[in-house]
């Protein structure tokens, strides 16, 4: 009796437990071909498969952003291909965003299709250490330049944040993490869908005291502390079928303890009062139409920039102290129209109004006298039109378009683009390549800057160009759980602006070509195993002088790993080696150093307790590995991090 019982238990138990895990092979078949249909906005404007695309595109997503801990932009792209990111220092520290040889200004950033740059930003780069991820769905990164599509700014990539749209039903997510540092994160999303509309809040705010960001290793003491206050509000609503409706409003407020740097070594040391208040506001409207065979876009964006700098006397510096703000604003308006031709094939076309405008006002005193700079506010307007035609097969594919500028200052610019993939055989390789031209226009700071009294500005400036090529090849193995890619680059930059000591004023006159190699592999070997490799390599160079640019040349090797071993856990290893590269310190003339290679290893775990609650525990720079990433500026030791998450679900 005892005897077929248990032969009966057995029996059910092992079918039950076929069944279930037939099951459960399905679920994973089925999330698995979800989360391989990539679809990106930022390479064509509109909704587009990465596989139907033939240039480089990564994207973060979600699962990666919260497995990982990241809280800002800058941590994502420390861990991207094509990428050399320099922190001046802790959270907070400003980024230097080094993509494919070009430097921060170069790239383009939004948040859900609105520009960020800073027009009043020397460069009118974006702050990318200051842009929290609270209620990310995916980040979008486009390596090589979108001119065609962004005008300027986009001359070596774009880089667009994409917010999460909330699930049908309503809810909570509430997150709550402290660690090394006195670091405190609070994070609240609130949520709601509901027939045809939807509205979306997140507020989060993060305190850290610090590192020091003038390098410990220099001997400097004071901490330097980080606050970040961001709000978002999104909202949706579909009145009929063919009209869908988007509104959004973010504010990020930040307040950044700073160092200076010595004017006697040229290098970065402790100041205990000097400090940055940064205010950001952001507006969208957006309007899509769905009628048929031709869909078109309506958006208007708004962003409101304000830095405040304050830097009182102390010991160390008796006679510097400073007082500056700078405020500026970017607005735009755009309609943009596809036409479709057939499923493999659309026309995309549209026209800009741009408006940045900026001004700012120091004063201050140093060891060389009192000084008093005012900006009047100034204001520029592009006016531009745009054409892209795609077409698309499962054996090939092309992009081509061009954009025609048309600036206040500097006239008519036109770039053009070509892209395209080729993939003969069904099981073969995809080969792909990319020709394209970006342009950016000078800065409001470079056309008419004033320092200590001298007009710095150069209202003459060109625009910088840049001409870019590449090939690459993808290849995927064993039904897709092994993906290979690699791609050549090379790129040149003509008319460069740069600082001009001959004129004391900024003046085209540099050039500079960058090439170099992006390669990744990553495998699902089994469905709960998830491994990531990368490699950059670039080789930036100035074309005159032939000598190498600082921070943006050498190698980078990423690994990630994420493995789930059952349905509650989830455990995350990932880090990067940088090669060795070189810095200047800021004396004149500029001197050269050699930063030592390094290797940043990071783990987190994260467990799910219930359906509800989480914990997670997050260790970075497990090898307490000392380095620099720019000369003379404090990088986090090894850290620990705990945190804690509720979700709660409404109908
Ligand atoms: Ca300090
Ligand atoms: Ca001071």
Avoid: C
């Avoid at 990310?136 to 979108?146: D, K, N, Y």
């Avoid at 193995?477 to 890619?485: H, P």
């Amino acid at each position: 009796m005892t005897k077929k019982f248990f032969l009966i238990l057995g029996i059910f138990l092992l079918f039950h437990t076929e069944a279930f895990a037939e099951e459960e092979k399905e679920k994973e078949a089925k999330e698995k071909s979800e989360s391989e249909i990539t679809v990106v906005v930022s390479a064509t404007r509109t909704e587009k498969s990465v596989s139907e695309l033939g240039k480089s595109i990564e994207v973060v997503g979600q699962k990666e952003i919260a497995g990982r801990g990241y809280k800002t932009l800058s941590e994502v792209l420390v861990n991207s291909p094509g990428m050399f990111i320099t922190s001046t220092g802790g959270y907070g520290g400003e980024s230097g965003i080094y993509l494919r040889g070009s430097k921060t200004e170069q790239v383009l950033m939004m948040m859900d299709g609105i520009e960020v740059n800073e027009p009043m930003g020397i460069g009118r780069g974006a702050q990318a250490e200051l842009i929290s991820l609270g209620d990310v769905e995916r980040i979008e990164i486009v390596r090589g330049p979108a001119s065609v599509l962004y005008g300027s700014d986009a001359i070596a990539g774009v880089i667009n944040i994409i917010g999460r749209k909330p699930k049908p039903g309503s809810g909570a997510n509430l997150y709550f993490e402290g660690g090394s540092f006195e670091s405190y994160q609070e994070l609240a999303n609130f949520y709601i869908r509901k027939n045809n509309s939807w509205a979306d809040f997140s507020v989060s705010n993060f305190t850290t005291k610090g590192i020091s960001s003038a390098s410990s290793e220099l001997g400097n003491q004071e901490r330097d502390g980080y606050e970040n206050l961001s709000f978002s509000v999104r909202a949706g609503f579909t009145p009929w079928d063919w009209l869908e409706l988007e509104l959004l409003g973010k504010a990020i407020n930040t307040k950044t303890d700073l160092d200076t740097v010595s004017l006697i070594s040229g290098l970065p040391e402790d100041d205990p009062n000097y400090t940055a208040e940064g205010t950001k506001f952001l507006y969208g409207a957006k309007a899509n139409f769905y009628t048929g065979d031709f869909q078109q876009k309506l958006e208007f964006s708004y962003a409101d920039h304000l830095r405040v700098y304050k830097d009182e006397v102390d010991s160390a510096h008796p006679n510097t102290f400073s007082d500056g703000d700078y405020k500026s604003t970017f607005q735009k308006i755009s309609w943009q129209g596809e036409l479709a031709g057939s499923a493999n094939q659309s026309l995309i076309f549209g026209i800009e109004y741009e408006q940045e405008t900026g001004r700012s006002k120091v004063e201050g005193e140093s060891d060389w006298g009192a000084y008093q700079d005012e900006f009047p506010e100034k204001s520029i307007i592009t006016r531009s039109g745009f054409i892209l035609w795609d077409f698309h097969k499962p054996s090939y594919g092309f992009l081509v378009g061009g954009r025609v500028d048309d600036n206040d200052k500097f006239g008519f610019h036109q770039t053009g683009e070509l892209s395209g993939y080729l993939k003969p055989w069904d099981l073969g390789p995809r080969f792909r390549m990319s020709l394209g031209t970006g342009f950016k226009s000078p800065s409001l700071f470079q056309l008419y800057g004033i320092v200590g009294g001298f007009q710095v500005g150069n209202p003459a400036l060109k625009p910088e160009e840049s001409w870019s090529k590449e090939i690459g090849i993808d290849q995927e193995l064993l039904d897709g759980n092994l993906k290979l890619s690699a791609v050549y680059f090379e790129v040149l930059y003509s008319d460069l602006i740069v600082w001009d000591n001959a004129s004391y004023s900024y003046n085209n006159i540099a050039k500079a070509v960058s090439q170099g190699f992006e390669a990744g592999i990553t495998a699902q070997p089994i469905p709960s195993l998830d491994l990531k490799l990368t490699y950059t390599s670039v080789d930036a160079r100035d074309t005159e002088t032939d000598e190498k640019l600082i921070r943006r040349w050498g190698e980078k090797y990423g690994l990630g790993i994420a493995w789930r071993p059952n349905k509650k856990v989830e455990l995350n290893l990932w880090g990067i080696h940088r090669g060795k590269t070189e810095d200047d310190i800021f004396s004149y003339p500029a001197q050269r150093v050699e930063l030592e290679p390094w290797t940043v290893v990071n783990a987190s775990i994260r467990w799910q307790v219930s359906k509800p609650l989480a914990l997670n525990f997050r260790a970075e720079n497990i090898l307490d590995e000392e380095y620099y990433e720019a000369y003379g500026y404090g990088t986090m030791p090894q850290t620990f991090y705990l945190g804690i998450s509720y979700n709660f679900e409404g109908k």
